[in-house]
């Protein structure tokens, strides 16, 4: 059974810092991309960051741009989301999840998965 | 960017109904379109990706359809547990975009 646990979110003030862990067991993380998704309170779905599966490629969005860093541990099949410099904006549910497996070029399996999510509260 | 476009942002149905629900991204995305359906305080559950591919798991009453600009989700023979709000997404190209999303209430 797939499953995704993110952890490390919490209530820090403007500027500061805190890095999400998201581990994941049941399939072959180091074959798939993963991705972190946000969500503001009733606000929808928002992507910020996702990382190829080698930890090579990565793209973020623009408004976490420099001051997030994605990374992942393939040892430890775990992904990770440094956040520094917090805004009160990036107030959210953060989710990760299991994003695309290619084979051949071709994208066969897509964000099949998702973690349950971790509270991340910036706020003075 | 990609924009999606999601309609309506808001439908009523009664159980046993058959809705549908659009989503226009704002260039040609090819069938890069996943679905998702998120419910009040839980994480989303993937549907649909490849505009009409349906995830392990997921029931044939969902089903997708469309190609470069325009997309539908069709959900038949509504169930108390479809009531909920479905997101699509683009993943044609990064940033990675998502629609507003389209709340699906109980009439």
């Known amino acids: 059974e797939v499953q995704l646990v993110e952890s490390g979110g919490g209530l820090v003030q403007p500027g500061e810092s805190l890095r999400l862990s998201c581990a994941a067991s049941?399939?072959?993380?180091?074959?798939?991309?993963m991705t972190w998704v946000r969500q503001a309170p009733g606000k929808g779905l928002e992507w910020v960051s996702s990382i190829f599966s080698t930890g090579v490629v990565i793209y973020y969005a623009d408004s976490v741009k420099g001051r997030f860093t994605i990374s992942r541990d393939n040892s430890k099949n775990t992904v990770f989301l440094q956040m520094n410099s917090l805004r009160v904006e990036d107030t959210a549910m953060y989710f990760c999840?299991?994003?695309?497996?290619?084979?051949?070029?071709?994208?066969?399996?897509?964000?099949?998965?998702w973690g349950q999510g971790t509270q991340v509260t910036v706020s003075s | 960017d990609i924009q999606m476009t999601q309609s309506p942002s808001s439908l009523s149905a009664s159980v046993g109904d058959t809705v549908t629900i659009t989503c226009r991204a704002s260039?040609?995305?090819?069938?890069?379109l996943a679905w998702f359906q998120q419910k009040p305080g839980k994480a989303p559950r993937s549907l649909i990706y490849?505009?009409?591919t349906l995830q392990s798991g997921v029931p044939s009453k969902f089903s997708g359809s469309g190609s470069g600009t325009d997309f539908t989700l069709t959900i038949s023979s509504l169930q108390p547990e479809d009531f909920a709000t479905y997101y699509c997404q683009q993943y044609n190209s990064y940033p990675l975009t998502f629609g507003g999303g389209t709340n699906v209430e109980i009439k």
């Open positions: 260039q040609d995305i090819s069938y890069s």
């Open positions: 999840a299991k994003d695309r497996r290619t084979t051949g070029g071709k994208i066969v399996e897509y964000f099949q998965n």
């Open positions: 490849a505009a009409s």
């Open positions: 049941g399939f072959t993380f180091s074959s798939y991309a």
